[in-house]
């Protein structure tokens, strides 16, 4: 049971990770959800493509990621409100996956084939090491480099940075480059876990990830006890339909578990009021 829940909290813990850096700069990077999905199917196409999972992984990474960044900096030269637009990224997310699926692959729906087919066990074990290890990466950044802590104070101390001769707008960029890539990683560890693309893979871990980060109040340790908390309902939600006693309870309810905790706790644990900027 440890074991599974650890391996369920690998990817989320990374997706949350890259919403807590975006926040950080004040920018939340809202369009999370939908890069999971865009980056599942990346993953898939590009590994067909390539015939190689590291590499379909990787390309689908650099893929989203630099499209993120081409939208940033687009919004960013007519000053719009980037909390709209990374609102907005969300639909252009799944409108180009949809469409992408449709003109490559002739289908809308779930995308398999056997050049895509993975050993579970072996997959699972990988994928959680592999999430496990960015999230370290990621910790170090945040916490022991020079411009992981000038990125920490973006949102609320920008004019510090200014002071020191840095642009607080670069390090917004590099918040929703990080952000981006955690995102498009994590869809392409769902998408080879299942060995298939299924649309709406993110199933919610997306919203979840950026209630882990308001529920964690910002801070990386207890950021880490939201999303074990959130990967032990996603758990329970998927053995509890095994139990005679709510074998007549809809899986959907059942499934919808882990959401309704995170709307549970957003409403009964109090928070601080935050310093995230729109631009």
Same mark, same amino acid.
């Given at each position: 049971? @440890?074991?599974?829940? !650890? ?27 939908? #890069? ?23 390309? #689908? ?10 939208? $940033? ?64 990466? !990621? ?11 000038? !990125? ?81 309902? $996603? ?16 899986? #959907? @309810? ?8 995170? !709307?549970?706790?957003? @409403? ?12």
């Amino acid at each position: 049971m @440890i074991l599974s829940i !650890l391996t369920i909290a690998a990817p989320l813990l990374l997706i949350t990770l890259g919403a807590l850096v975006s926040e950080y700069a004040g920018r939340l990077a809202m369009f999370m959800e939908h #890069s999971i999905n865009a980056g599942a199917f990346c993953c898939f196409a590009f590994t067909l493509a390539t015939g190689n999972l590291v590499l379909g992984m990787a390309l #689908s990474v650099l893929t989203c990621t630099l499209f993120v960044v081409a939208l $940033e900096k687009t919004a960013a030269r007519f000053d719009a409100n980037m909390f709209l637009v990374s609102l907005a990224m969300n639909l252009l997310f799944a409108s180009l996956t949809t469409f992408f699926s449709v003109v490559f692959f002739k289908n809308r729906g779930v995308l398999t084939d056997e050049a895509f087919r993975f050993n579970a066990p072996v997959t699972r074990a990988v994928t959680t090491v592999l999430c496990y290890s960015l999230v370290g990466v !990621l910790l170090f950044f945040i916490k022991k480099t020079m411009t992981g802590r000038a !990125l920490r104070v973006t949102g609320s101390d920008s004019e510090v940075l200014r002071a020191y001769g840095k642009n607080p707008a670069w390090y917004r960029t590099l918040s929703w480059i990080v952000a981006a890539a955690s995102g498009a990683l994590a869809g392409g560890v769902f998408a080879a876990r299942l060995s298939a693309f299924v649309p709406g893979v993110s199933a919610g871990r997306g919203w979840t990830a950026l209630a882990a980060v308001f529920l964690g109040r910002k801070h990386p340790l207890l950021i880490v006890l939201s999303v074990l908390v959130f990967a032990i309902a $996603e758990y329970a939600s998927t053995t509890i339909q095994n139990i005679p006693l709510f074998a007549r309870v809809p899986s #959907s @309810i059942l499934l919808a578990l882990p959401y309704l905790l995170a !709307l549970l706790l957003l @409403i009964i644990v109090p928070q601080k009021t935050g310093h995230a900027q729109t631009r």
